[in-house]
């Protein structure tokens, strides 16, 4: 059975620095990774998408990055803002069609 | 990216009534629709896959008579919680899968609160 687990819980850090937050799985026979984002209250954004033959995505001030054999993914933000703070979920699907397994997210707090 | 509607975004109900929640799939047609649960402060549990014509199948003590779930097109699945009680108050949350199956896009959830 799939286990996603994301470390840490919770993160707070000043406006301007980096966040890196870890996603971590027990199989590595995924089709594919995704992260969201989800502000209080309100359903999930997906943020990034990465195939399970690829190493990273990039997009704006996100990257993702995929280590597929080790069970391991990042998501890394540069220069954190305010707007950022919210709770970050990491998911990830055994095949097309196929449900995602949540890991239990990373609450972000950034302060200005 | 696609656009999955949720309706109705909250609903205060009393106990022992039914509410019915709506998952739209406005840009793309969903064979597939997940429905999960979520407590506060924690990650999303699925309840159950959707499957357009078919009927749903639910996660390990999922009661499925009590969470009715129909997916009779291929844009609108719908989750009825019936009889419902306080301890049925939660967040709801729909998803789609893109055409390909490869990407999962959200409604914007729905808060039930059971009185």
């Known amino acids: 059975k799939q286990e996603v687990t994301q470390i840490p819980a919770a993160l707070s850090v000043p406006e301007g620095e980096n966040l890196v937050l870890n996603c971590s799985f027990t199989d590595s026979a995924i089709y594919n990774l995704q992260w969201f984002r989800q502000d209080p209250g309100k359903g999930l954004t997906s943020l990034l998408l990465i195939q399970s033959s690829q190493r990273e995505q990039t997009s704006g001030r996100l990257n993702a990055s995929l280590d597929k054999s080790s069970g391991r993914s990042t998501l890394y933000i540069a220069a954190s803002q305010p707007g950022d703070s919210a709770t970050y979920l990491c998911a990830v699907r055994a095949a097309a069609g196929n449900k995602l397994t949540f890991g239990g997210g990373t609450r972000v707090l950034v302060k200005p | 990216g696609a656009v999955v509607s949720q309706h109705p975004s909250w609903v205060i109900c009393k106990s022992g009534t039914s509410v019915k929640i709506e998952c739209r799939s406005l840009d793309f047609q969903a064979t597939t629709m997940f429905w999960y649960r979520q407590f506060p402060k924690q990650s999303l549990m699925l309840m159950a896959t959707s499957n357009e014509g078919s009927k749903a199948t639910y996660e390990q003590g999922v009661e499925k008579d009590k969470f009715l779930i129909n997916h009779a097109s291929l844009t609108l699945s719908t989750l009825t919680v019936t009889s419902a009680h306080p301890e049925d108050s939660s967040f709801y949350i729909c998803?789609?899968?893109?055409?390909?199956?490869?990407?999962?896009?959200f409604g914007q959830g729905t808060r039930l609160t059971v009185v």
């Open positions: 998803s789609a899968s893109s055409p390909m199956g490869t990407e999962a896009f």
